[in-house]
């Protein structure tokens, strides 16, 4: 591997000399994404979604191609499973405020593992303060591991939601989060992923790993440059509520906030 060469890439890492390490907490860009942001302000920017003239027609097929651009990085089934968000807090609040208000109620049980990063434990702590729920800690062993029939033997008729990293920022140890899907699913549990350290650092495909959601921070990997965003399967976003739909993909079915106003049906779609 050339590291001068890949150095050369990132416009920051030439103008100054440093090794940076952080990339955990946030990444460098390199200089294609820095001149895309550019690009799209210096020529499309408008409001998205919601005005009948051609430069917010240009920046809603903008906003779009993002978001089949994190659909295809992710291997989603399509473009309305990505939620873009403010961070991977953000993502996980939206998931526990919305699953639990259709899911929850007194004496049900939430799953969460003592490796989760705060974002990961607090919405679950709230969610289960607000439904009468009990938060029940998956411990793993002393190398990390969470073997996965402790996961199977936790889940009782009343466990409803079970939230666990893919890779855990607190340990460095990576969750088989494919088979507890199989196991939550086999037991009607619904699994939301925790991808913030998983995304940026391994190959993802949400379509094998089965969860119901996953979070991410976009910031952590320099493919992307969007906000943050969530991936989920389309089966659970048609059951959540409207306050969540409002944050799928254009999908006329999911999304009545973002696509109320359309100019393609008068004018031809210009290709940008
Ligand atoms: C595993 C994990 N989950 C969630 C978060 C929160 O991410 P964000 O800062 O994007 O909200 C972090 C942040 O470091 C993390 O490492």
């Known amino acids: 591997m050339d590291v001068s060469k890949i150095r050369e890439d990132f416009p920051l890492l030439k103008n100054r000399d440093i090794i940076y390490l952080d990339n955990a907490a946030t990444s460098q860009k ?16 408008a409001n998205p979604f919601r005005g009948l003239y051609e430069l917010s027609e240009e920046a809603t097929e903008c906003y779009e191609e993002a ?8 291997h989603a089934s ?22 639990s208000e259709y899911l929850l109620k007194p004496g049900d049980e939430i799953i969460v593992s003592i490796m989760e990063h ?12 607000r439904y009468g729920a009990t938060v029940k800690y998956l411990e793993c062993d002393m190398d990390g591991t969470i073997p996965a029939e402790r996961l199977e ?50 190959k993802v495909d949400v379509q094998d790993l089965g969860v119901d959601f996953l ?4 910031r952590r990997s320099v493919m992307l440059q ?10 659970t976003a048609d059951r959540l509520p409207g306050y969540a739909r409002q944050f799928f993909g ?7 906030l973002c696509s109320p106003v359309s100019r393609s049906n008068v004018l031809p779609r210009r290709k940008i």
Not at 122 to 128: E, K, M, R, S, Y
Not at 226 to 234: F, W
């Open 30 to 45: 390199p200089a294609a994404v820095l001149d895309a942001e550019k690009r799209f302000y210096e020529k499309y920017n």
């Open 67 to 74: 978001r089949k651009t994190v659909a295809d990085f992710l």
């Open 78 to 99: 399509c473009p309305e499973e990505i939620i873009f968000t403010r961070n991977a807090t953000e993502s996980l609040n939206l998931a526990a405020y919305t699953l």
């Open 118 to 129: 705060h974002s990961n434990i607090l919405p679950w702590q709230q969610a289960a303060k």
């Open 153 to 202: 033997n936790m889940i009782t008729p009343h466990t409803k939601i079970a939230a666990i990293t893919q890779i855990s920022n607190v340990l460095g140890c990576k969750n088989d989060l494919k088979t507890f899907a199989e196991i939550c699913h086999r037991h009607g549990v619904i699994l939301v992923g925790d991808g913030a350290q998983s995304v940026p650092h391994i």
């Open 215 to 218: 979070s991410f921070s976009g």
């Open 226 to 235: 969007a906000p943050a965003a969530g991936a989920g399967v389309p089966a």
């Open 250 to 256: 254009n999908c006329p079915q999911q999304n009545r």
